[in-house]
């Protein structure tokens, strides 16, 4: 069934345990995704990004096939447009029937990042549509000192009041991208937003990051937990020229790398 995330996340909180939110890059990808939360039994959400390539930039197209292959299985499924910058965009996705939307003001100072998500809020409640915002800078790999900006607790728990958000992505030191050296994760500051902050809470940079890490922050309130590099270098190994059908291959790749973090940070509905 096709819905917003706002339910499927609150559970997630409650029981302590991570939705998948998987970044996808093809109508290709979008069913593989689909088949495995419906043959695993477990919710899931589907992203596109801010400037996604043919024909995924075509918004109505791409949620068209979804909300038709989601609601052919009772596993919920969320269709969500992710780090988006411009308005226009993100308004034309809830025009085009996304169920879940992000502003990314993480960049911005703190009350422009906030009156802009919180204008975002009261358009997509209107459409039933779930927002999802950041606070703090998840960045790159190799990124400047500075580029990436952790989140401070209490303005956490102030931009939440301020916005109303549905759910918040903070930074505590995962970044986007493949990791350089192991990744360090500031687990008290997640412990203490998560005492500061009631709605769920989002991880971007799944990847790499490793299960006995991620298993700790749903502990402390990470209901969503965002992947796409993973999955996308599955896709590149197994698009090998070497391969007779690689577009079997590579679903047959990306659909086992999804199962590797759906089966042990998400449960069986």
Same mark, same amino acid.
């Given at each position: ?10 559970? @997630? ?44 930039? #075509?918004?109505?197209?791409?949620? !068209? ?20 910058? *411009? ?10 029937g996304f169920s879940s939307v992000m502003?990314? &003001? ?27 915002? #950041? ?8 990124d400047e000192p500075g580029q990436s900006?952790?989140?401070?607790? !209490? #303005? @956490? ?21 493949? %990791?350089? &050296?192991?990744?360090?994760? *500031? ?17 971007? &940079?799944?990847? &790499? ?10 502990? %402390? ?7 796409m590099t993973d999955l996308v270098l ?14 079997? #291959?590579?679903?047959?790749?990306? @659909?086992?790398?999804? !199962? ?10």
């Amino acid at each position: 069934m096709y819905v917003n995330t706002k339910e499927m996340l609150e559970k @997630a909180r409650r029981e302590h345990y991570m939705v998948i939110g998987a970044g996808c890059w093809s109508l290709n990808s979008a069913a593989t995704f689909i088949d495995v939360a419906a043959a695993l039994n477990r919710p899931l959400i589907l992203m596109l990004w801010e400037g996604a390539p043919e024909p995924l930039a #075509e918004q109505e197209r791409i949620c !068209e096939y979804v909300r038709h292959a989601a609601g052919k299985t009772p596993v919920p499924i969320a269709m969500h447009l992710d780090h988006a910058h *411009d308005l226009d965009t993100i308004y034309s996705a809830i025009h085009a029937g996304f169920s879940s939307v992000m502003f990314d &003001g993480s960049e911005l100072p703190f009350a422009e990042n906030a009156e802009i998500t919180r204008e975002v809020v009261k358009v997509a409640r209107a459409c039933g549509v779930t927002v999802e915002a #950041e606070l703090g800078h998840v960045g790159q790999p190799g990124d400047e000192p500075g580029q990436s900006a952790l989140t401070v607790p !209490e #303005e @956490a728990a102030d931009f939440v009041r301020q916005t109303g958000v549905d759910s918040l992505a903070v930074s505590i030191g995962t970044v986007h991208g493949v %990791y350089q &050296g192991e990744p360090h994760l *500031d687990l008290d500051r997640l412990k203490r937003i998560y005492e500061l902050v009631e709605i769920p809470l989002v991880l971007h &940079g799944g990847s &790499g990051t490793g299960l006995d890490l991620l298993k700790e922050t749903m502990q %402390y309130g990470i209901s969503k937990l965002n992947v796409m590099t993973d999955l996308v270098l599955a896709a590149m190994k197994a698009a090998s020229p070497d391969n007779f059908l690689p577009e079997l #291959e590579i679903c047959e790749a990306i @659909a086992k790398s999804l !199962e590797g973090y759906m089966l042990p940070l998400t449960r069986v509905l």
